[in-house]
Nanobody
């Protein structure tokens, strides 16, 4: 059975930093992308950052929401066991529950349970 476990959330002041981790337990075949999404109360869940796993020649590609471009960085380990989100220069509007998502071309979509990020003074 596969589980995605997020960690690293918490309370931080505006301008601060947090690093989220999502560790995959179990095996997910043919991963095509790993990403982070967030959902604030009363709002829809939106994409924050995605890393698309490509072959060894082309490498990975990343994409970011406009609101976090230049402040957040997504990365993943080569074994596809974990995905990370480095969040710098945090703003109050970044407050949300953050979820990691893994997409497999064979097994479908997998979601974590979420980790709360609160940016407040």
């Amino acid at each position: 059975q596969v589980h995605l476990v997020e960690s690293g959330g918490g309370l931080v002041q505006p301008g601060g930093s947090l690093r989220l981790s999502c560790v995959i337990s179990g095996s997910i075949p043919n991963i095509v992308s790993m990403g982070w999404y967030r959902q604030a109360p009363g709002k829809q869940r939106d994409m924050v950052a995605i890393i698309t796993r490509n072959d060894r020649i082309r490498g990975d590609r990343t994409a970011y929401a406009n609101s976090v471009q230049g402040r957040f960085t997504i990365s993943a380990d080569n074994a596809n066991n974990a995905v990370y989100l480095q969040m710098n220069s945090l703003k109050p509007e970044d407050t949300a529950t953050y979820y990691c998502k893994v997409i497999s071309s064979r097994a479908g979509d997998f979601w974590g349970q979420g980790t709360q990020v609160t940016v407040s003074s």
